[in-house]
């Protein structure tokens, strides 16, 4: 079944989808400030994985489903990071996100994993 994560441009939010079988499930990930436009895995227990830039503050942001809500994290502030992000589940369900650095001196690509 497709899972999808998108921005709503309309109200700058970062949002998730899931196809059900017979219906789409859609839902609100991270509203505060600007946010949005990354990248989703999911993991072998079917948990969604959302690495995303906070473009408000320009912060590589995280967010996990724990069954009722979102987990969201900042793995990386402050500073001009987590453009481009990308992200992969090991398999014992942990995130690996590869995204760009802005930020002068240690611009280019870095990698975070909890």
């Avoid at 489903?65 to 990308?86: F, H, K, L």
């Amino acid at each position: 079944m497709p899972h999808i994560s998108y921005l709503d441009e309309l109200n700058a939010d970062l949002r998730y989808a899931r196809f059900t079988g017979r219906n789409w499930l859609k839902m609100t990930v991270d509203s505060v400030g600007n946010v949005g436009r990354g990248a989703i895995a999911v993991d072998a227990n079917g948990v969604p994985h959302i690495s995303y830039l906070d473009w408000t503050r320009y912060d590589l942001k995280h967010a996990s489903w724990n069954g009722t809500s979102w987990n969201i994290s900042t793995p990386d502030a402050p500073g001009e990071v987590g453009r481009y992000s990308t992200i992969a589940i090991d398999p014992s369900g942990r995130p690996h996100v590869a995204y760009n650095s802005m930020d002068w001196p240690s611009s280019g690509l870095k990698y975070w994993s909890p």
